[in-house]
């Protein structure tokens, strides 16, 4: 079966560094995408990882072991604003572009 | 602004009714998906299209159909409601090649079925 892992809560401080991990077991792996989603709005995307290593978009990083099926969102200097859930997806084949969700994470950021 | 646009936030219905769903984006992409989203359970795939009047099943397609008569338009029916299709629906849009850039997602529709 297909299986994409995710905490379900956690919870930060503002100001400071959140790491949001993703283990994944697919038949098939070509790429992984990180989103954000605001309670009650769409989700939009953050990241795309297909090779193995740290990909950095301004206070967002987001990293992928594709030998471990595993990945993470880092957010740094947290705000208040990134409280959110946070998706982790797989998209099994180079000749689809349908994804696989995990169930996502709720972030809670406290000042 | 690049947009999908769900024609309803929120809809009741009652069970055994037939529910259309709209969906429409102005991006000239290909690929569009149809997601129910569910505490616990996350987005699951109920159908996608490749191209206009093309369709493919995805992970939950019983009880529902999907029909692209354009490119820009995506509709799903559930032909009778049921109880257990209260969900939140949302509907997503990706340009073929390019899914590095992500799905751009509508707004979702939050169905209840009484």
């Known amino acids: 079966g297909q299986n994409i892992d995710q905490p379900t809560e956690m919870t930060a401080t503002e100001g400071a560094i959140v790491q949001i991990n993703c283990t994944y077991q697919?038949?098939?792996?070509?790429?992984l995408f990180w989103y954000q989603q605001h309670a009650g709005e769409a989700p939009t995307f953050l990241s795309y990882n297909v090779l193995d290593g740290l990909e950095e978009k301004g206070r967002f990083s987001s990293f992928l072991s594709r030998s471990k099926g595993y990945s993470y969102l880092l957010l740094k200097e947290l705000q208040m604003k990134d409280s959110a859930s946070y998706l982790c997806?797989?998209?099994?084949?180079?000749?689809?572009?349908?994804?696989?969700f995990g169930t996502g994470t709720r972030l809670q950021v406290f000042p | 602004d690049v947009k999908v646009t769900q024609s309803s936030r929120y809809l009741v219905k009652r069970t055994g009714e037939k529910v259309f769903l709209e969906c429409v984006q102005d991006?000239?992409?290909?690929?569009m998906f149809w997601y129910r989203q569910d505490p616990g359970l996350g987005l699951r795939l109920i159908y996608f299209s490749y191209d206009v009047k093309m369709k493919e099943k995805g992970d939950i397609p019983e009880g529902y159909s999907v029909s692209r008569e354009k490119k820009e338009r995506f509709s799903l029916i559930l032909e009778s409601a049921s109880t257990n299709q209260t969900s939140m629906y949302l509907c997503?849009?990706?340009?073929?090649?390019?899914?590095?850039?992500?799905?751009?997602f509508g707004s979702g529709t939050r169905l209840t079925v009484v």
């Open positions: 997806a797989v998209r099994r084949s180079y000749n689809t572009d349908k994804l696989i």
């Open positions: 697919t038949s098939g792996f070509n790429g």
């Open positions: 997503a849009s990706s340009l073929e090649g390019r899914l590095q850039y992500g799905y751009t």
């Open positions: 991006m000239d992409h290909e690929n």
